[in-house]
Every structure is written in structure tokens, then in C-alpha cells.
């Protein structure tokens, strides 16, 4: 996967970027529901898992803007991938713990569904943190509390000043009698991203939920 790095001197961001990393360095949360209440009946007629499409929503969502692949390399080289693959996390009701899981990410829903569960049936057993070797640098992190329907979520990474990829969690999806809400939080450095970026990805995931005729087959 091709990694381009960024001419921080000629770089439209380059005054925000400097702030964000050395003068105030910070990172921020935001936390949104989206409607996925037409999306759920057509994955239970398709008999379609609900987490792998999300998984793949928000990749494709992801892999859409630049600003989201922004990061340092192994050189600590700043610049931004082509493409990112999704590292999710998967639980494991008899230990109660949880592993985390890449897959290759595919524009074809299809595609990505298969590869998914075949990593979920030759991983998804196995305990430990880290179950499939070879975790590509080119990942951003997926997670899922099932358990809770929250309003509000926020990830604190202690000494992770330097982490610039999203890092973005679902709750339990509740229904207020018309609507079936998701709650999404999104976690990101603002040396890199804004309100405006979480706005585009909050709002290009509702549409591609919305649009699921286009992409789920």
C-alpha cells in the first residue's frame, strides 16, 4: 500500500497541524446517532450480520477522505495512505474478553463480507489480543459496546499524542418508536481533522446507509 508523504511547508493545514501537535496538542470525540432503522430490515431479510456492514460502511467512509488517512509512518514520516484496512475488535462471550481482527477492505460489499467471515471463522475462536498475524500498518480501529445505547463516549490514549488515525465506536442501536437509532462516536487529532471533517463523515455514513440498495447485494 502506497504511502505519500506530506510537504508540511507548502501544506494548507500547516499552521493547525503545528498548533495541534506541539502547541495544544489535543485530540477530540464526537458522538452522533444515525438512523439505520431501513438499513436493519434489509440485512435480516438478506440474513446479513449487521457489524461486518458497518465495519464496511464506515471503511468506505474512511477510505473517501484523505484527511482521515493522515498519520506518521514507521519512519515518522507524516503523510497518508491510499487505502486503509479496518482492525476491529471481536468479542468472546465465554472469556469476556476480546480479540482484535483485521480484514483486507474491498469496495464490493460482497467481497468484503466473505473475507470477513472467513477471517471471523479461522480467527474469531482464538484468544488474545492480537489473533491474526501481520497487522498491516495501513489500519484504523473499529469497536463496538453492544451492551450500551450511550449518549456520549470518549477514548483517552495516554502518551498517544502522535496518533492521528480515527478511531470510531457503535453502541446498541435503540428504537424511539419511529426510528432506530445507532449512537457512533468518532475519536480524532485535530492536528489533522476538524468539526467539518467529523461533519462530512457523519454525514456521508448516514447517506450510505440511507442508499444500501446501491451496495448491499
Given amino acids: 500500500m502506497n504511502f505519500h508523504q506530506i510537504d508540511i511547508e507548502h ?99 460482497s467481497t468484503f463480507y466473505k473475507d470477513y467471515e472467513s477471517d471471523l471463522n479461522v480467527f474469531g475462536h482464538q484468544k488474545g489480543l492480537w489473533v491474526k498475524e501481520n497487522v498491516p500498518p495501513h489500519t484504523f480501529s473499529i469497536s463496538s459496546i453492544p451492551w450500551v445505547n450511550f449518549s456520549s463516549f470518549e477514548l483517552n490514549l495516554f502518551n498517544g499524542e502522535d496518533y492521528l488515525l480515527p478511531i470510531i465506536t457503535c453502541g446498541k442501536y435503540a428504537s424511539n418508536g419511529e426510528q432506530t437509532l445507532l449512537p457512533i462516536s468518532i475519536r480524532v487529532h485535530h492536528a489533522v481533522c476538524d468539526g467539518y471533517h467529523v461533519g462530512l463523515f457523519l454525514h456521508d455514513l448516514q447517506q450510505l446507509i440511507d442508499n444500501y440498495p446501491h451496495w448491499l447485494t
Fill in 11 to 109: 501544506w494548507n493545514r500547516k499552521e493547525h497541524f503545528h498548533h495541534y501537535m506541539s502547541g495544544a496538542k489535543c485530540s477530540f470525540n464526537m458522538t452522533a446517532n444515525v438512523d439505520v432503522t431501513e438499513l436493519l430490515v434489509a440485512l435480516k431479510d438478506k440474513d446479513i450480520k449487521f457489524y461486518p456492514a458497518f465495519i464496511y460502511m464506515v471503511t468506505r467512509i474512511v477510505n473517501k477522505h484523505r484527511e482521515f488517512r493522515t498519520t506518521f509512518n514507521e519512519k515518522g514520516i507524516l503523510g497518508y495512505w491510499n487505502e486503509v484496512v479496518p482492525n476491529y475488535t471481536v468479542f468472546h462471550r465465554d472469556a469476556r474478553t476480546f480479540s482484535a481482527l483485521w480484514t483486507d477492505y474491498s469496495s464490493d460489499f
